[in-house]
C-alpha cells in the first residue's frame, strides 16, 4: 500500500505541472473541460494516496508491531480474520492488537465527520468541478470508515471468541 501510495505522489508531481503549464500557455484558462478532468483526476489520485498513507501509517503503529516479527504479524491478521488461532503467543498479540483496535472510537466519528463535510460541500456548491472533487473525495472517506468499521467488528468477534487455556493464564479473560 505504501509503495502505491507513493508511486500516485509521484505521478501527481508531474501532472500538476503539466496543468500549471496548461493553464500558462495563455490558451487555455482554468474552466476548460480538459483542465477541470485533469484537476479531478490529480485531486482523486492525491486522496487516495493520503488514505492508503493513513492506513499503513495506522498498520505500522499498531501495538503488534511492538517486537513482533513480520511473520507474527501476519499470523495476528489472520487470526482476526479468521477469527481464533490455535497458538497462544499469536492469540496473545492477536487480543492486545483488537483491543487496541476496539480503543478506537474516536477514529469512527472523525471519518464520519469528514465524510459528511465533503458529502455537505459536494450538494451545497454551484460548480461542477467542485461537485465532483468534493464527491470523489467523500468517496474515498467513506471507503476508508467502511474499512475501519469491518476491523472493529473483526476486533469485537475475536475478543468475543473463546481465547486458549495459555492466553487465559496470562490474564486475557476465561478459559
Known amino acids: 500500500m505504501t509503495r502505491a501510495a507513493m508511486v500516485l505522489l509521484a505521478a501527481t508531481v508531474p501532472a500538476t505541472f503539466a496543468i500549471g503549464m496548461l493553464i500558462s500557455d495563455g490558451k487555455r484558462d482554468a474552466d476548460d473541460s480538459l483542465i477541470q478532468l485533469l484537476l479531478l483526476l490529480v485531486t482523486a489520485a492525491l486522496g487516495v494516496a493520503v488514505v492508503l498513507l493513513i492506513n499503513a501509517w495506522m498498520t505500522r503503529n499498531s501495538s503488534v508491531s511492538d517486537g513482533a516479527d513480520l511473520a507474527s504479524r501476519r499470523r495476528?491478521?489472520?487470526?482476526?480474520?479468521?477469527?481464533s488461532t490455535t497458538d497462544p503467543r499469536i492469540d496473545a498479540l492477536a487480543r492486545k492488537e483488537a483491543e487496541q483496535q476496539v480503543r478506537r472510537r474516536w477514529v469512527f466519528w472523525a471519518l464520519g465527520a469528514v465524510l459528511a463535510l465533503q458529502t455537505l460541500n459536494a450538494v451545497s456548491t454551484d460548480r461542477t468541478s467542485t461537485r465532483w472533487t468534493a464527491g470523489l473525495?467523500?468517496?474515498?472517506?467513506a471507503?476508508?470508515?467502511y474499512q475501519h468499521w469491518r476491523t472493529t467488528q473483526?476486533?469485537?468477534?475475536?475478543l468475543a471468541g473463546r481465547p486458549t487455556a495459555e492466553t487465559a493464564e496470562a490474564g486475557h479473560g476465561p478459559a
Open 154 to 158: 473483526r476486533a469485537r468477534r475475536y
Open 143 to 145: 471507503v476508508l470508515l
Open 76 to 83: 495476528v491478521k489472520a487470526a482476526l480474520r479468521d477469527g
Open 137 to 141: 473525495a467523500a468517496l474515498v472517506w
